[in-house]
């Protein structure tokens, strides 16, 4: 909503008959000034973050303790040692995929800043891989 009455105000300046052109610039700097505040705390206040997992991992958690984190995009899978049968998995990677693979040999894709994916929904996850598609 703050978007559009920046917008509207933007839109309301240039429509109106100029008393002077340095008049008219400082709304127009002001109103485009706040939207790139507004984008860049935006951009800070990232949905990505959770639960102490930040960009660029893939965290892995067994109730509320973290097991894993993993950053590397890789060809082949990564098997999980202490993250095996984790129930919760953040991406927090904005371009990147991550495959779960499980247990019974079932593969689930997770897409890029999924948080939380649960896969303990699945089976048990043994092994993940990090791919730089963004899309499953």
Known sequence: MTCKNHTATIAGA????PAGRLRQLPRITAGAMLLVLAAAGAAQASPAAYRGCDYPYVCLYQGETETGRYKDVTADWQVLRDSRGATYL??????D?????????????VPPLANPASPFMYGTIDKIQIRSTSRC
């Open 14 to 17: 240039s429509q109106r008959k």
């Open 90 to 95: 953040v991406n927090t990677r904005r371009d």
């Open 97 to 109: 995929t991550v495959l779960m693979h499980f247990t019974n040999g079932r593969v689930v894709c």
